[in-house]
């Protein structure tokens, strides 16, 4: 039985860390719009330079764009997908409720990882650093002033999510505050009750 999970937070809550968790755990199949998007500005085409001068601002990418590479992934499904980054808007919260219906599927827990906003810009300045130490490039759109507007564009329009799956009924959240693997346990036993109800 699939298990098809959101997870909701803002820029730097975790959501990417613990994806990977997820993936290695449970062997589900991220889908990370981010990743996406950051594969498609280095691919070099106008779209990708389009997508990046957006990225680096701070703001979203179109409803359209991110979609549709949604819908080019939705297909290679398994044990089920962990949207990572996805949805940010309510349009395509409801884009992503008709593709599931499409493929006879559908989210089983919309997870909000709640932190504290002051913490999560020392967070991205470390991700930053530790980045930059590694040898790895930082990410252009890591930055303190960039991060704000990130922050800004999540609680414009994402932070609406939140009411959206409350009001279905399919919204749980953790501490992501907590540490790394306090925070996986959450998560692990919000999926095992989702799984136990078959
Ligand atoms: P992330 O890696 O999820 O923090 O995403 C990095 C950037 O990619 C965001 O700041 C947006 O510019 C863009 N992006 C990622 N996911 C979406 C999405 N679902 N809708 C619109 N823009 C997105």
């Known amino acids: 039985m699939a298990i098809n999970i959101i997870l909701l937070g803002p820029p730097g809550a975790?959501?990417?860390?613990?994806a990977q968790r997820l993936i290695q755990e449970r062997g589900l199949v991220q889908l990370s719009t981010g990743d996406m998007l950051r594969?498609?500005?280095?691919?070099?085409?106008?779209?990708?330079?389009?997508?990046?001068e957006v990225m680096d601002r701070g703001e979203l990418v179109t409803d359209e764009i991110v979609v549709g590479l949604i819908r080019e992934k939705l297909g290679q499904g398994g044990k089920g997908f962990i949207f990572d980054g996805f949805p940010?808007?309510?349009?395509?919260?409801?884009?992503?409720?008709a593709l599931m219906a499409e493929m006879d599927q559908r989210i089983d827990a919309v997870i909000e990882l709640r932190v504290d906003d002051a913490a999560l810009v020392s967070r991205i300045v470390k991700r930053a650093e530790e980045t930059r130490a590694a040898g790895q490039p930082v990410r252009p759109d890591d930055t303190p002033e960039v991060f704000a507007d990130r922050l800004r564009e999540y609680y414009k329009k994402?932070?609406?999510?939140?009411?959206?799956?409350?009001?279905?009924?399919?919204l749980r959240?953790?501490?992501?505050m907590a540490a790394m693997d306090e925070v996986a346990a959450q998560i692990g036993a919000i999926l095992?009750?989702?799984?136990?109800?078959?």
């Open 158 to 170: 994402t932070a609406p999510l939140l009411g959206y799956y409350y009001a279905k009924g399919q």
């Open 14 to 18: 975790g959501k990417g860390t613990q």
């Open 88 to 97: 940010r808007t309510l349009a395509q919260a409801d884009a992503l409720q």
């Open 39 to 52: 594969e498609a500005r280095s691919s070099g085409t106008e779209m990708g330079r389009r997508v990046a």
């Open 192 to 198: 095992d009750k989702e799984a136990g109800r078959g």
């Open 173 to 176: 959240h953790v501490d992501g």
